[in-house]
């Protein structure tokens, strides 16, 4: 099975860097996502990251490392608009792909 | 590129009554499509899985005879609630994939069912 561990919730001030981790523990692993989520709306891709390493996208960026079950997305230069659900999503094995989502991490930037 | 209808935005109905949810790849042909349920500040979680022309794959604990779905062309898939109570009440978001063995998805906008 898979488990997904990430924060619930975060704040941070406009202008600023934010990092949102999130851990997991599956039994198959192929690749890993993060989603933007505003309220009442579908998820939006963000990045997929398959191999070790940190990938940047504009004020986005995102980390993994397969051997510690570990990945963050970084966003930087934070706007109010950043201000939404983020999930970390594992892909599933196989040519499936299938992402497992986890709960989300509520980011709410401020003034 | 890559949009993904569904209709409708938000629905209402009775306790016992059956509503017809639809998910169309507007400018693709999705081979596969996917159904997901999120509950308030819950997680996404994958309902079912469906190729076009075959039955639907659900996953673990998800009442096939309940949720009808019917994946008729490369472009459209629907989802059936049949028999909606009010615990049905849910944000159901379908997604759609152009290519076999790709990681790329396209999520549609999402229906909100509110069932009374």
């Known amino acids: 099975g898979q488990n997904i561990d990430q924060p619930t919730e975060m704040t941070a001030t406009e202008g600023a860097i934010v990092q949102i981790n999130c851990t997991y523990q599956t039994s198959g692993f192929n690749g890993l996502f993060w989603y933007q989520q505003h309220a009442g709306e579908a998820p939006t891709f963000l990045s997929y990251?398959?191999?070790?390493g940190l990938e940047e996208k504009g004020r986005f960026s995102s980390f993994l490392s397969r051997s510690k079950g570990y990945s963050y997305l970084l966003l930087k230069e934070l706007q109010m608009k950043d201000s939404a659900s983020y999930l970390c999503?594992?892909?599933?094995?196989?040519?499936?792909?299938?992402?497992?989502f986890g709960r989300g991490t509520s980011l709410i930037v401020h003034p | 590129g890559a949009v993904v209808s569904q209709h409708p935005s938000w629905v209402i109905c009775k306790s016992g009554t059956s509503v017809k949810i639809e998910c169309r790849s507007l400018?693709?042909?999705?081979?596969?499509m996917f159904w997901y349920r999120q509950f308030p500040k819950q997680s996404l979680m994958l309902m079912a899985t469906?190729?076009?022309?075959?039955?639907?794959?659900?996953e673990q604990g998800v009442e096939k005879d309940k949720f009808l779905i019917n994946h008729a062309s490369l472009t459209l898939s629907t989802l059936t609630v049949t028999s909606a109570h009010p615990e049905d009440s849910s944000f159901y978001i379908c997604?759609?994939?152009?290519?076999?063995?790709?990681?790329?998805?396209?999520f549609g906008p999402g229906t909100r069912l509110t069932v009374t």
């Open positions: 997604s759609a994939r152009g290519q076999v063995n790709s990681y790329e998805q396209y």
């Open positions: 999503a594992v892909g599933g094995t196989g040519g499936s792909y299938i992402p497992t």
């Open positions: 400018d693709f042909q999705a081979t596969t």
């Open positions: 990251n398959v191999l070790d």
């Open positions: 469906s190729n076009e022309g075959s039955k639907a794959t659900y």
